[in-house]
């Protein structure tokens, strides 16, 4: 976990964030603070999050989670992939502010590709004829664990329907949060494993999803079947 200190409202850019031109986050974080000392925040109920805790939740299971680092090479079946799905669009709802892809490998009987989420009407549309594997490694900017079957969701800012400047881009993030541990529940109620970065690689996922330039990718999170050493 990275700490970040403030004194007085006096934020200091760590120098290795500095280097890697990673302060964006500082100016949201000043507007935050200063809206708070203002006006405390209203804290909303998620039933799609709630939902997920009280309907056949094991704590301690969920405690024994681990990320994944390497997947087993079978795909994800039909079931299950609408199970995910439908608590993607479930979360959606409730976050009109944000949007959300998917990339398939080995998913059901779909094709392997690229899709984004309409929200209205709530549907996929297919964004690539042809699917490019070695594009997923460029948009996680080349981490290798991005490879192999499994069901890939992007989801990230969508600026034509949000406002609030940077205390509207700290929404967002707080939602993908909210949407991307909610998708985490239910794949471990599946028995999948997943892995969450930020580490996405901005252009790359507009050209992949054809995302419009007021939308910001954020967040990509990988859900897929778990490695057992047959020996």
């Not at 507007?31 to 006006?39: L, P, Q």
């Not at 209203?42 to 039933?47: E, G, L, N």
């Not at 954020?218 to 897929?224: E, K, N, Q, T, V």
Request: glycine share 8%; proline share 5%; net charge neutral.
């Amino acid at each position: 976990m990275i700490r970040v200190h403030s004194t007085a409202g006096n934020w200091t850019v760590p120098e290795l964030w500095s280097k890697h031109n990673w302060e964006r986050p500082y100016g949201f974080l000043r507007a935050v603070e200063s809206a708070c000392a203002t006006e405390p925040p209203d804290i909303r109920h998620h039933d799609y999050l709630f939902d997920k805790l009280s309907s056949g939740f094991d704590c301690k299971r969920s405690l024994r989670r681990r990320s994944l680092t390497k997947t087993a090479d079978r795909g994800i079946s039909n079931a299950d992939a609408r199970i995910l799905i439908r608590s993607l669009y479930a979360a959606l709802v409730h976050e009109p502010n944000l949007f959300a892809g998917l990339v398939t490998v080995d998913v059901g009987d779909w094709p392997d590709g690229c899709w984004l989420v309409d929200h209205s009407p709530r549907a996929l549309v297919r964004r690539s004829e042809s699917f490019d594997a070695a594009g997923v490694s460029r948009l996680l900017q080349g981490q290798a664990w991005s490879a192999g079957p499994g069901l890939g969701v992007v989801l990230g800012l969508d600026a034509e329907s949000a406002s609030g400047g940077d205390l509207g881009y700290a929404e967002a993030l707080v939602g993908c949060g909210r949407v991307g541990h909610a998708l985490v529940l239910e794949a471990l109620q599946l028995n999948l494993v997943t892995r969450m970065t930020p580490a996405v690689h901005e252009s790359t996922a507009a050209e992949m999803f054809g995302l419009h330039p007021a939308a910001d990718a954020l967040y990509f999170l990988r859900i897929a079947h778990p490695y057992r050493d047959s020996r």
